[in-house]
């Protein structure tokens, strides 16, 4: 024990001689890290934003783009509100959501809570449907809403049935792949929507409405609804145009600053290794006394390693750290590889350097003993 306490106690000593390139070096690593984790997690969540819109595709879907045509939409007539009503019940392919308004001051208005409309459970393979009376499922990360228990929604008691799965989520054409692991979701019928809804949430329910099966009589009967309005105009658009136009060429970018920030990542590695070299080149004389000591090479690997760990691993897994705390699960999976990949390449530098070493420590009493 005293001998791995003393290799470290050197090991700490080696770095603080090489103190201004170590604290330099450290600080590129936790730059260069952040820089790969999120790049890695806005290219994890493209894909996911892709794979959910192949989804819909194959059900023909066609989403709306809102056209204001004045400063804000003028309250919706009971015409269009009857003209939605009448639509959603009589069509099974069409789906659409809102932001809830929870009555009061209960536990559930204080995070996400959204109104799901129509097929939403069936597009996206939720475990909800549509009844005469509205219910609501809660996300697996939210504990402080209890299944069974209820809140006022719109004067109505809404009970919580079930917990969704976690990582469930749906595609909103505006805001990409959306996870529900923090949210209350009531499902609900559009008649009981209706009694309550208040003109802006009938304006949000039509510019988010989504049609499947690609029907133009029902894509019809929206654009109708929404001229109704008197303000807001809605250009039917196939999940297939956004696709191509936005999240294709939102996963090219992020694949090309990926690629650049891999290759400053490839330069810091390079810096490791002059660090390394330069460490072993200062310290020589200390190492080698090290070794002649009796120093055996998992001591000196002990000792190298010090180095190792605060100017690369450290600094990287606190870089990935922070980066999956902030950006929640489509973070997870760059972060998990960028910290093995540090755990890796520290590996490797502390085998080679100890091996290096090694071979010095045991040529250097070689050739005193020919003098």
């Not at 809102?66 to 919706?76: M, N, Q, R, V, W």
């Not at 996300?139 to 929604?153: E, K, L, T, Y």
């Amino acid at each position: 024990m005293s001998r791995l306490l003393y290799s470290v106690a050197l090991g700490l000593k080696d770095v603080k001689q090489v103190r201004g390139r170590s604290i330099f070096l450290a600080m590129q690593v936790a730059f260069v890290t952040l820089l790969l984790s999120v790049g890695g997690a806005q290219v994890s969540s493209s894909l996911v934003d892709i794979r959910s819109a192949d989804a819909l595709q194959a059900q023909h879907a066609v989403y709306f783009l809102p056209l204001y045509l004045k400063d804000s939409a003028s309250p919706t007539g009971g015409a269009s509100r009857d003209l939605l009503k009448e639509h959603f019940d009589l069509n099974p392919n069409a789906y659409s959501i809102a932001s809830a308004r929870i009555d009061g001051a209960d536990p559930v208005a204080r995070g996400t809570s959204l109104v799901a409309l129509g097929a939403f459970g069936r597009a996206f393979g939720l475990p909800i449907s549509p009844t005469s009376e509205p219910y609501a499922v809660v996300g697996s990360g939210r504990p402080d809403v209890a299944v069974g228990s209820s809140f006022s929604w719109h004067g109505t008691r809404v009970t919580v049935r079930e917990r969704l799965e976690q990582n469930s989520g749906y595609l909103d054409p505006w805001m990409g792949f959306t996870n529900l692991d923090s949210t209350v979701l009531i499902v609900s019928s559009v008649n009981a929507f209706a009694n309550e809804a208040i003109p802006s949430e009938w304006e949000e329910v039509l510019s988010r409405s989504v049609v499947l099966g690609g029907r133009t009589d029902v894509t019809s009967a929206f654009t109708t609804a929404a001229e109704a309005t008197g303000g807001l105009a809605l250009i039917p658009v196939t999940i297939e145009d956004k696709i191509d136009g936005d999240f294709g060429s939102e996963l090219a970018g992020r694949i090309f600053f990926l690629l650049v920030f891999a290759t400053a990542a490839m330069a810091i590695l390079v810096g490791i290794v002059a660090g390394v070299m330069s460490l072993l080149q200062k310290r020589s004389r200390s190492l080698t006394v090290h070794r002649l000591l009796g120093a055996n090479g998992a001591l000196m690997a002990v000792r190298l390693s010090v180095f190792a760990v605060l100017a690369w691993l450290l600094p990287a897994l606190t870089a990935v750290f922070v980066v999956a705390r902030a950006m929640g699960p489509n973070a997870l999976g760059s972060a998990v590889f960028v910290a093995f990949a540090a755990l890796g390449f520290t590996t490797l530098i502390i085998v080679l350097a100890t091996a290096s070493v090694v071979l010095r420590g045991r040529w250097i009493p070689h050739r005193k003993g020919m003098n």
